[in-house]
Each structure stands twice: as C-alpha cells, then as structure tokens.
C-alpha cells in the first residue's frame, strides 16, 4: 500500500487537529465494515444445507465477539504499537486496553513541515482503532467457510482468539502498519526500510488482499485438511438451502467493501474517490467473468454465480484499488471472475473439502489481485492522481521490480498462514477435538451446538409438528430449565 | 365407502377441484407430493457442480365417497387432472370399512 | 450525557458556518438510525410465529410513518423548542411544521468566544432534526415487542401518535435538550441549573439509555399488563420461526447503532471515534455474557442468545458509550449480556406476557448501562480525551454524586414512564379495544389485521394450495374489490 | 433541479481543493445508493413467485455488472463529457475508460470568484462518477419490475447495455449535467441557456424524478407490452411469495435513498440536512395515504400497501425534495402514497401485466412529484434555506412558469422513453426473443434461466426430495461437468 | 390390521396424540394437509388484488392398530379432535394386509 | 393390486429408490411426513425456555403394484430402509380396487 492521504491537504498546523471530513468517511467507513461480517454470516449461511445455517452464521457472529474483544485487550497493540524489531510483530502490551491512545490524533501535518507532503489528515486515533478491528474481525470470520457442517462451536471459537493472536495481528502488522503513521517503525512488507525483515519489500497491498484474504484463504486450505471431508462430500448434493440469503449477503458485503477498500485512504479525497470506482469497476467485470464461464462451461449462468463473481471482483482489487487505473481494474475483475470460477472446482480434484470455496474465492482472488499489481499498477491510479509515487507495474513499463515485491508479500503470507494454522488447527482438534460427531453431523450442527433449528415455517399450531403441548412450561408453569432471577 | 387417491400435476388441481364441484362432491384433503416415474426430473448446478433432482412435484387429492360414485369421482378426477403429457399422474381407490365426521361424531355414509 | 463536541475546533466565526465533515457524519449517522427500525422490524419479526411476522414488521413500519409525521409537525418543537418552564417540556407550536429552523446553524463558534471552548462545530438545523427524528420513530417501535401476536393495528397505530407526544417527546426534552444548543433551556434530566426542575439533576445519558431504553421498556411492561397474556402462554410453543431473519435484524441494529451512539456526538472528531470503539467493545462482551449464561444454564450457546447479547450490549452502553474507558465498555458489556440473559427468565416468574422480552432487554440493558456510569464514568473515556470534563464514578474515586443523578434520571423516567403507558394502554383498550379476539388470535393476526400471509414458497401452481383459480379476478376478469382508476 | 451547493461556503481558493467533509457525504451517498439495487432485488423478488425469484434478483444484479462496466467505459462521458450540441448528448468518447478525469475537482471556488456565490465545494470528479453510476445502474433495474416471471436471462442483459446507451444516458444528461459542473454546456432539460434546445427547460429535478423514475417507468409499460402477458395473469393467483424480502428490500430502499436524496446535494450543508428532512417527510405520509386508501378500500391495511407506500413517497420526492418545504413535502407524499395506491389497479383495467406495478409506483410517482413543484415550489424549501434561489410555484404566487417547465421535463422524457423503449423492445423480442417459451415459463424462469431454485428449506436429506443421491459426483467422484482447473 | 386416518384441526394435534398414548397407543404418523369442504377459506389482498384461499391448513394423523383396536382407535381421536365447530374433520378406517416394522423385519401385529 | 406405503428414515430414500429401480418399479410417490414412536425427538432452547419437539422427520414412499409383487417389494423397500437403529419405520400394504393412469386412461394392471 502506497501512503495513504487525501488529494491535497490544505491546512498545516501546530498542534494535532481533527479533520473532520476525513473522520467522518472513517467513521462511516467502519461501520460499513463492521456490516460485512453479519453479511458474511448470511452469505455463507444461505449456502450450507437448513440443518446448518445457525451454526454458520453463528461462527461469524462469535468472531466479532472474541476478536472485538481481544483487539481491544491486545490486538490493536500487537498490530500497530510499538514494532519489537525487523518489522515482525508490535508489542501487544504497550497499549494493552488502548492505554494512551485515546487522544491521539493521526496523520496531521506539524506547520513546519513542507507545504505538499501532507499525508492524510488528522484522524483521531481510536477512529483508527475502530477501522481496523472491523478489519481482524472479518479476516477471521472468513475462515469459517472452509469447515462449514462440522466444526465444533467451542472449538472454533477457541481458534478466532489463537489465530488471531497468532496469526492476523502479525500479518496484518507486516502489511498495514505503515512507519510513522500510529508507531515509528512499520511491518516489514508495507515499508522498506533499513532494520527491516529483508530490508522490507514494499510491496503494494492497498486493503488487505494479503493479509486478509491470502491468509484466510490459507488458512481455510488448512482447517479444511485438519477436519476432513463432511460425510457424503461429492456424494450427497449439498446444495445452498436459501439463495435468496446468499444474495442479501451478497448485497451487504459489497456496500460494506466500499468501506474496506475507499475507507483505507483514511480520508476523503481523491484517492478515496478513485478506488471507490475502481472497486466498482472490478465488481461488474468479475460477476460478467464469473457468469461468462457458468454460461459457457454450465449452459446457466446462476445467481450463486453472479454473487461468487462480485466476491471474488471485491476480492481481488482490494490490495490493488488505488494502485491501477479504471480499465486496470475491469481487467482485474474480469480475470478474477473468471479465475475463481474456474477454481472452485479444485476442491473436488484435489479431494479437500473447502466447503464454500474459501479457496477458490479467497485464495485464488487474493492471489491474482495481489500479482496483478505488479503488472497492472500505474500512475494513472488512484493514488497517482492524488499526487503519491507509484512504482508502475510490467505493462506500463516499471519492469518486474513491484511484481517481485508483490509475489515477496503473496507467498510468504501463503506459507506462513497455512503452517500456523494447520498447527494451531490440529493442536485443537487433538485436545478438545475440532469436529462433531457422525450422528450429530448428520442430523445437523445447529442442533447439536445450539439447540435451535433455524426455521419452523409450517403455521401450523405454534410450529413444528411435535411442537404442540411441548414446551416444557408446560406442567410446571414456567419454562423447566429457565433461569432464577435477574441482576441488576 | 371408497377413498379414490388422485396423484395430479399441480397446476390441474385448480382444474381437478372445479369439476368435483359440478359432480356435487365439496370436500376433500389436499397435500403436496414428490412423484417419480417416466416423467423426468431436472438438473441444477450450483458453483459447477450438478445435481439432478429426480423428483417432480404433484399434488395428492383425496376424496371419500359413497361405493357407487367411486368410479364416476376417478373419472371427475381423470377429466379434470388429463393434459396427455408424460406425468399427469395416477388415480387409485381402496376399500374404506368406517368413516367419522369429527365435528358430530355421525359415521359412515352420514359423515361424507 | 456531557457536551457533545468533537475534539478541538479550529475555526470561529462571526458569521455561522457549516462544518461539512461534521455535517457529513451527522447525515450519515442519521440514515444508519433510520435503517434500525426496518432491522427492528426483522429482529422483531423473526422471533414470532410465521402467523404473525408481518403484523410484527408493521408495528415498525406504522410507527416509521406516523411518528416521522408527528415529529415534523410537533414534535420536533415540543422536544427542542423553547422550553416552557423548569426543563418540563418544549412548546409544541414554536417550531410547528419546523417553522423558521431551516436555515439555522447549531454549534458554531462565534469570533469572540474564548478559543479552546469550541462546541461541536456547524451541524445545520435539519441535520439536527434528522438525527433526532430517528430516534423518535425507533423509541417507540421497542415498546411493540410487549404485544407481539395479539396487538389490533389500529390501536397501535393510535398509540403510537399520543405515546409519542405525551411520553416520548417529553422524555427526550429532559434528556437530550441541552440548554443552549437548540433552545436557551433544555430538559431537566440533562442539565444542572436553576429554574428547571429539582434545579436539573445534571445525569448523563450520552445517547438514551434513559429516554429511549428505559422508556420504551417500562411502557412494555405496562402494554403487557394491559393486553394481557397471550393465548397459550407459557404453555404452548412460541419459538422464534426464522431465526435467519432475527440475525439479518441483528446484524442490522448493530451496524445503526454506531450511526445511534456515535452520532450522538454530533460530529466527527475524539469523542465520536471513541464513542464507536465503546459500542463495539460492550457489544462483544455483551454477546460472550450472554453465550456464557446460556452454555452453563442451558447447555448451549444459541443464535438467539447471541442476537439477544449483541442488543443488550447496545442497549447498556448507549448512555455510558462516551463516558467510560474502553475496559469500563467491556466491562458494561459483559454485566449487561449475562444480566439480560437472566432477566429475560423474570417474565414466566412474574407471569407477564413481554413476549419478546423489551423488559428483559431494554429496561434491564438501560438500568444497567445508565447506573454503571456511576461507577465506571472516568476521564480517560471519550468525552475526557475530547477534553472536555467528566464527573469522575465511584470506581474512580468520585464519589457517589455522579451515581445519584444516574439514579435520579433513570428511575423518574421509568416511573413516568410506567403509569403513563398504563393509562394510555387501558385508555385505548376500554375505547376501541387493543387486542383482536381470540379466534383471530389462533387464525394469526396476519389474516386478521392484514388480510396477508407471509410465506408462499410451496412453489405449486401460483402458490400455497388453495389459491389455485381462487384469484377473484378469474370471473371478472378483473379483481373483484379493485381499485378504481387513478390519479394524476 | 437547482444548482445544487452546501449552504455556505467558507474557503475560495486559488488551486482547487478536496472538502474532505463534502467528499466524505457524497461516498458514503454513492455507497448508499449503490446497496439499493440489491435492495430492489428484494423487494422485487419477494413479489414474484417462488420458482422465479432469483430471476428477478438476476434483472438487478445482471443490470450492476453491466451498466457499471459501460458506465466506465462511455457511459459517464457520454452523460457529462462535452455536449454534442443542444443539450443532447455527451460525447462519449471524450473521457472513455474515464479517461482525464481523475484528478480533477469539480466545484471549488476559484479565489477570485465573489465570496457568498460560493458553488458546492471540492468534490473529487471520481466521487461524482461514483455517486452517479450508481444511479445509472438503479434507472435500468427499476425497469425489470414490469417484466417479471417471464423474461429471457440473456435478452435482458443485452437491454441493459442498449437501453442504458441510448436512453438513459441522454436523458440523464438532459437533467443531471449542470452546466459548468463538469463540462462547460450541460443537458437542455435541467439548464436554461442559448444553444440548448428550445433554449433549455429549466425544470427542477433534484434527484431524478424525470430522469430515473418518469424513464423507467415508461420503459417498464412499453416493455410490458412488448412482451405480454404472464401466462394466466389476472386468473391465477400471483401473490408474493415472501414479504419478510419485500420488507427487507423496501427498508433497504429506504436507507439508500437517503443517500439518493440528500447526496444530490454533492455537498454537506443546509440544502443536504434540509433534503434529508424532506425525504423523511414524505415517505412518511406516503405510506399512511397508502394504508389509508387500502384500509378504506379493501378494509385491510397491508405490509405490502406499507412497503409500496414508502417506494412510492420516495418516488415523487426524489425530485421535489430540495424546492418543497416540509409542509409540502408532507403533502408530495400523501398525495403519492394515495395516488400510487389507486394507480397500481391500471393494469387489470388496461389489460397490460406490468407484473410489480413499475408504471404504477414510479411513472404515477414520479409524474406526481415531478409536477407538484410546480404548485409547491418555495423559498421556504432546502434550497432557499441555503441562501440559493427558487423559482416559486402556483400556490406561492410564482405562477405558472415554473409548473410549464416541469410539464415540458416530465412529458419529453415519458414519451422519449416509451417509443425508444418499444423500439429496442421489440428489436430484441424479433431478434434473440425476450420471452422464455410456455412450458419455461410454467415450470419458472429460475430453472429455465439459471438451473437453479431459491429455497430448499425441508432439511430432509441432502435437501429437497429427489436431491438425495442425485449430485452426479456421486459415481464419478467429482462433479460431472466441473470446469477443469483454475488459473492463476 | 386396520390403518385409521384422520384429517383434523393442526391445533388438536397435541390432543390427539396425549389421548392416543393414554390409550396405550405409542406410534403414529403425522403429515401437513389442506382441507375443503363446509369450512370455507379466507381472503387475501394484495395491491389491492384480491385472492381467496379455499384450503384451510389440517394435520392428517394416521395409526396403524390391530383388527380389535380399530374402533376404540377412532373414538379416542374423536374424542381429542373434537371442537364442535365447522371444520372439525373426518376419521376413517382401511384394512391393511401386512404390517412390517422396518428395523427388525417383525411382521403382522409385532411389528405394530 | 396393492398400494405398499412405507415410512422411512429421510436419509435412506435414496438407497429405497434404488432398490425399486433395481426390482424394476420405477413409478413411486413420495412425500414429508414426521413420525412418533420409540424413536424421540430432541430439545431446543430459546432465551432459555425449552421446547421438546416429539416428532421426527420422517418421508413416506408409496407404491402401487400388481398383487403378486406386493410382497417383495415390501422387501425391497425393507432391504433399502433397514439401518437397524430405532426409528427405522414401518412398511405395511392395503388391497387396491382400481388403479388409472390420467394421461391415458388406462385401467388396472396396465395403469401402473
Ligand atoms: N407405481 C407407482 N406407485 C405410486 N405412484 C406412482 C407410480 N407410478 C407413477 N406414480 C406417480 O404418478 C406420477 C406420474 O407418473 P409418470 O410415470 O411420470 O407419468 P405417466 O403416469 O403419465 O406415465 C409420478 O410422478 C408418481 O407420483
Ligand atoms: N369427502 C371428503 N373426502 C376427503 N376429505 C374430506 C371430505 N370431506 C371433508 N374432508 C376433510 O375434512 C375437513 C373438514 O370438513 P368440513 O366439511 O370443512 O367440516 P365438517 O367435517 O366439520 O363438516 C376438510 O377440510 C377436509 O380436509
Ligand atoms: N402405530 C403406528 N402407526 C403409524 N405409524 C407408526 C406407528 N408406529 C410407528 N410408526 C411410524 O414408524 C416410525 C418409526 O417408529 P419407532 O417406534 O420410532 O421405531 P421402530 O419402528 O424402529 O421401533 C415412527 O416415527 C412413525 O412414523
């Protein structure tokens, strides 16, 4: 990711100052981002089978709850707090609980600073911290589509807490801690700079397709092998139970990305402005790409396929939105889309059960972003028409300096998440075991993890058949096993 | 007393009922079905993978009637359920030993 | 609720100005409230049985259109209008129709005011009207959830306009009219001076804990006593029939809710972006509170628990959200989620019928938000890394001065609260009845009071069996009852 | 529609520069508005029958992919590149691919201009192509309403880059392109100059009630006809399947058009806030002058009649919202909502199947709003509150200038559409036909078009009946015709 | 063997099914159903379109009993689904020449 | 001729099909039914209050065959259904009067 700063800053001054705008499309822009997860959880959840759905959206749900609260304990410090040395990791205790950050402001410029250097201005800095914890939220939650039917809740949720702290926080610190921007010294992927891992490689990752998606992508490959295949996989259909969930999700997460991707300029300028039309751009040509090779290769194009495609489109031009150009971007969509569709049929030669495509999507689209910076990314961006350097890719002449950087970031994330995971993923399911059992797999996780059943539609009685006469309040008047009292 | 089962094309039931009607026969019990036979299920592909679903919706109407309209209520039914293409459906009738109408507690030929 | 401001404004003016980026938050803010009650409307709606979902969303919706009515007209005025007397109430006829407010400017700086004192800058009037106007409408949906299921539309809809004006509007002048914002005095509750009421009791109540939480759960609990218990209550099943929708709902409220809590800050600085980090850290303590509730008592951790956890949460921390530090808003959190969790059991005990538990929720979630600020309220909150000043609770070595008025304001609203609704509920029900009668209590009140069913998926002929050439156009060739003509 | 501008601006500057508070408002409005195509494919697809809801949700996703991409490449030139001449049309050509624009800042205030005639200020031109592609995208998906359950996937999608280019373009030009904004000579219909044609209308259309909803609506009636009726319409029962999805989709519609509305304003100011208010308004009493006309005319208010009601208040204030006061903006809306309802029953009376009321709800809707400026048209409005000029209406003594020109707008446009649209209609239907055959459109375009059906909710098996063992992985070990491989 | 169906209100399901296992009765076979006959539908409107609903929603229940039990069967679920009010449904018997219990292969009455 | 209905575990519709075709039935009806017996439901917690839901879901398969078949398709179907674990459903068969196929009109043995 280039600096990141709104076109022109036109104030310089001597103490902090809040932008206001550019606070305000910060603040929006977390929210937005916040939106994406419960988007997920439906996204993901329209596509599992009935006997499910609960438990998928419920592992989206719980991440925003263990994460939330972690990053707010450690992670915001383990991400953007003091660097421990070669750009690795920050130091999750400096602000621990948020201790002195409160009052911060971000990115102003000191009046004696050179008129036209400014960078984006004054953000007050627990905007920051809000922006980016929606951000480890959804990286975690990502990961839950790999083991969709079959994971233990607790189990998963012991690993959001771990994987986060293990692995998030430190990618996330090589990719979006920028050196001086919250901490002095920044991750070594972001940055170059001396007393960095490899001297930093600079590559350009505007929004996370490294971090986030590479690495849930991963991540997802991992789990997927620790768990194993759900019974009847390639055998049984298991077709989504609710398309019309899918393409709300669908719908949700892709308003809420224009929070992701126009939100990382940290400001409301020009560079926020062109990448949010960029990720446009990239979103139409990947659902036409995704659908193209349904039509071509299916005979239908499908709506499951038109709401993939706009996954995979956001998925890709999130680490390349501000670096390429608008027709760079309808080529990174339309090759995404095309891509991921291609891909997600993976699973079933390589025989892994990545159950709603993490791989394919996250993966694949994260990759091919990534990479196509290097030969994409030009001065006619985003961040070059707001008046920031670009090192421009292959077509435009920049030689294979940038690609080398971006394939530097892609891989060593690739690797790095994939082993983390599967340890961390296999060190679970030998202890208090990752998946349920046959029988409860069968009848359905929501059941055997929540008690619930997701829909109960018939009209008939107060439900259900069995239902009538059944509650327990029945004889006893009140509910058998209800709670005694209330505090407060 | 006779139960005649008709298995019918969802889209006759309109049909089906209608002409019951004009027979003079005004109740029957209603319910949807999944049928199989020569009439062809049909595929759905989701992410690239196809399912074939076998099974073709229908609809089971079922009428208790008195012995001797038996075979008239089949052939109501046979009008009003026939379009002549594959999968219209089947019609059967079994033997009833005792019917009820629960609201008065009347039985056989009373409670139709 | 202190000040509102955002951190340090850099400009005074002789002339009013708009601060566009404030501005631009409020605005945004204003559309994220909006958006809750629709998301209420499907937490609300999913919770019921199918026969009554849609009745469940119209409460909502009908309170979207009649307050939003009654705000423009009066509302708005009797709310922030000159005060007639000791903080009591604003006049109603002042800004009638918002006569001659369009073109003020709230928060400006004057040139000559001290430098330094800067209020939160530059929020056009209408902007002012708007954020408040959503806060009405969804003030008064809440109190819908007591009388799921049996509810005649009318009288709701009735209720809704005179609940509004003698209850609600009253109740946000004492605690969102800050004197001099709007008009010179404000309400009682919020203000400390002579000449209001009590000489004001000065409690803070960032974003209506006690207005809209406390309110709407006390008049809940006197709807449910009025209407009574539902047929089959604590007998029959009642389970929730689409769970998917109650966390579409959820999802929802969550993503407004930042729009609720830090708009409230009416603009976009310090205190706002700490505001939103608070909101988020109760919410994901609240959600773990209450799984953690459910997995010792029940067994399990279910889905409704967790949409449950992530409302209570909300609930709690919208009076405390700027007020207390990041830790003292997980901590609110937690107590919150795992004290609704038990309070939702209070109703069988007590055998009231507050079918989807506003009681449990809203009453129990504001207590406690708006009583914990007693002891947790601290200058390293939001509102004391604004720099502006904060009566410090009793955990932070205040004193117990600050807990009074917490105390003061939230047991006066539940009180007025209380025997208001009661007279209003029993004044409705004695003239034009509140509930249907029972057999459209069994049939469902969609048929009753909408002529509507919800769901129609069977997918046979033109729908659910029965419809068949049931259209009563099929004769006529018309729709027999249609509609003649049109307008324009 | 007026000039649109915040209410005051404070800085003129020599360069052009970003307000970042501007800028923040106008993203967040593009994003909102971008989430309501998926919103209307809710509440779209909540309408038809379960075996063609995804069908309908295509029309509108489809309608993203396609129009965002040409919105791109000619689409924005084409709209507010340099007039051809008269007003007519954009050239194209000028910014293809966005081409020389992506640097630029539209409405700053050069220093030297006199203070106080001070434009809307320093928006980016990519956030003003952003803010209008999405408007692009939601004129042509209101369009598919009319054709629902019977219309040929591929067809459509070929409409969508026709239609787009050769009707709403220009006549998007006609309304939006101010001149000076973004190129010097703007659209004949929205502008009064020498050199347009007829020397420029000068009619108000804040947000597109001529442009958008006249357009599509027009479009819709001729596109019904050409395509004729559903099988069975007005004799078989055709009710919504789903109105938990059309609530869903007309709250989302509701809160994106917020953006819609108050962001036309291209600023954050008196004019936005006052926009805002006016939105609210009439929404309002749309929906209660809908329920009252169905509560007296079927004896049911309805969530239908609620969620139409509301679509039809936006409708008809979407342009009028800026030059109404809120008094008339209250009465815009119960006109509407009334109207709209009486409207809806045209088509059994005509005999045309505009299957989702697009002629009723938007050309009823947009005619009525369009029209009433020309009686309601005030100083007292958003507009006059920021210090701009209004041209009054008949009730407020102005005349009936004003009221001509809107005439002139609304007619030009609906007739325009209409004949452009049978025309392109019926090329396409002789062509590559725009209707599925019989026995298709029986069994549901779901299946026909897309191989698919939205619901498989029994949780029996693998799902629906039929589906068990049917996957054909199942003998091969893979699905049988998975795409080979993936790239990247 | 006698198999008894009866076609009654969903809401006296749990009735039924109390009544049958005091009667001794401990497995049964329930499934949704729509009924016509005097219990007439309602209305439905939408965009001021109106559709009327001619089937009303019943529970078919259906229990399998040996020759003796058939009649003392029928009257206990008359008993339970009782309400008096239009609507209330029918029962009836059909003679039923094989019964197996399908996990261990028992057939005739052991299989019951 | 016979009807044969067996109520089976959902999961094993798939296998019982199977097993028909392989007899050469290949026309059959299948429809959602939930079952009450040895075999309970399960519990479900909702804000803490607990709903016992005491049916079980359940599909029912219908075949109509020629008298001398009934038996081992009955069979068939158990071979097809059997898992050995509680819940595994019943079979049982009812003398049939008269069958017609409704695209044809056919009567009897020919209709099936
Ligand atoms: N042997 C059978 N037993 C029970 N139902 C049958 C049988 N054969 C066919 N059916 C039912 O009749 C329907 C129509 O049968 P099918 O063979 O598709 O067409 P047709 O009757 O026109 O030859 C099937 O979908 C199924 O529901
Ligand atoms: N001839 C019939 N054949 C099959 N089912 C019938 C018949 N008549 C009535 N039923 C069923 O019994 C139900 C109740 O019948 P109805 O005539 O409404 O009331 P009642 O039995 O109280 O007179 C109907 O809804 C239908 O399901
Ligand atoms: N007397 C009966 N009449 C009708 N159906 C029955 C009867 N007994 C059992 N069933 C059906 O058979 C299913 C299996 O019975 P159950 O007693 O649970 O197990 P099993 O047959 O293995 O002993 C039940 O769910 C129910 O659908």
Not at chain 1, 174 to 202: C, P, Q, R
Not at chain 1, 299 to 312: K, Q, Y
Not at chain 1, 349 to 373: A, E, M, N, P, Y
Request: with cysteine; hydrophobic share 50%.
């Amino acid at each position: 990711m280039v600096l990141r700063m709104s076109a022109i800053t036109f104030v310089a001054a001597d103490v902090p100052f809040t932008d206001s705008g550019n606070t305000a499309w910060v603040l929006a822009a977390a929210a937005l981002v916040l939106f994406m997860t419960p988007g997920l959880a439906l996204f993901y959840g329209g596509m599992v089978r009935t006997k499910s759905v609960l438990n998928m959206m419920m592992m989206s749900f719980i991440t925003m709850g263990t994460v939330g609260t972690v990053w707010i304990l450690w992670g915001y410090s383990e991400t953007f707090g003091p660097d421990v040395g070669g750009g690795i990791v920050g130091n999750p205790f400096t602000h621990f609980g948020l201790k002195g950050i409160l009052d911060q402001i971000y990115g102003y410029v000191p009046a004696d600073a050179a008129a036209g250097t400014a960078a984006a201005g004054g953000i007050p800095a627990p905007a920051f911290v809000a922006f980016q914890v929606v951000f480890a939220i959804i990286a975690v939650a990502l990961v839950s589509g790999a083991i969709a039917d079959r994971a233990k809740f607790t189990a998963w949720t012991v690993f959001t807490v771990v994987w986060a702290t293990l692995v998030y926080f430190p990618a996330a610190h090589w990719v979006f801690a920028f050196s001086g921007y919250a901490a002095e010294t920044g991750g070594w992927i972001a940055n170059k700079a001396d007393g960095l891992l490899f001297g930093g490689a600079g590559a350009y990752d505007f929004a996370g397709g490294t971090a986030i998606h590479i690495n849930a992508g991963a991540a997802g490959l991992a789990l997927a092998i620790v768990l194993g295949k759900r019974i009847g996989f390639a055998k049984e259909p298991m077709r989504p139970h609710n398309l019309t969930l899918v393409m709300i999700g669908a719908g949700i997460l892709w308003f809420g990305w224009f929070g992701f991707n126009a939100g990382s300029a940290l400001g409301a300028g020009t560079q926020a402005a062109g990448v949010w039309v960029n990720t446009l751009a990239a979103t139409c040509t990947a659902m036409l790409g995704w659908l193209i090779v349904e039509k071509v290769r299916d005979g239908h194009p499908t709506s499951l396929g038109a709401a993939s495609g706009v996954v995979a489109g956001l998925v890709a031009i999130t680490p390349a939105c501000a670096t390429v150009s608008p027709i760079g971007a309808l080529i990174v969509g339309l090759v995404a889309g095309a891509g991921c569709a291609l891909a997600v049929g993976l699973k079933f030669r390589f025989g892994f059960d990545d159950s709603l495509d993490v791989v394919g999507v996250h993966l694949v689209g994260g990759l091919i972003g990534t990479l196509l910076i290097g030969l994409l990314a030009t001065k006619g961006s985003p961040t070059g028409a707001a008046g920031l350097d670009v090192n421009e890719g292959v077509f435009y002449g920049g030689g294979f300096s940038q690609l080398g950087a971006q394939v530097t970031g892609a891989l060593t994330v690739m690797v790095f998440s994939f082993v983390m995971t599967y340890l961390i993923g296999l060190a679970i399911h030998k202890t208090i075991g990752f998946r349920v059992d046959d029988t409860q797999e069968s009848q359905g996780v929501d059941l055997s993890e929540h008690a619930e059943s997701a829909y109960d539609l018939s009209g008939l009685t107060g439900g259900r058949f069995g239902s009538p006469g059944a509650v327990s309040t029945a004889s006893s008047g009140k509910p058998a096993k209800t709670h005694e009292g209330a505090s407060a | 007393m006779k139960l005649v089962t008709a298995i019918i094309k969802p889209h006759q039931l309109d049909e089906v009922k209608e002409a019951l009607e004009a027979y003079g026969i005004s109740g029957m019990t209603v319910s949807e079905a999944s049928g199989y036979g020569r009439q062809r299920g049909h595929s759905e592909v989701y992410r690239g993978a196809e399912y074939t679903v076998d099974f073709v919706p229908k609809v089971r109407v079922e009428v208790l009637v008195d012995d001797i309209d038996a075979t008239s209520v089949a052939d109501v039914i046979l009008k009003g359920a026939q379009t002549g293409r594959i999968g219209d459906g089947k019609i059967w009738t079994v033997p009833v030993e005792d019917v009820v109408r629960v609201r008065t507690g009347e039985r056989g030929v009373d409670a139709l």
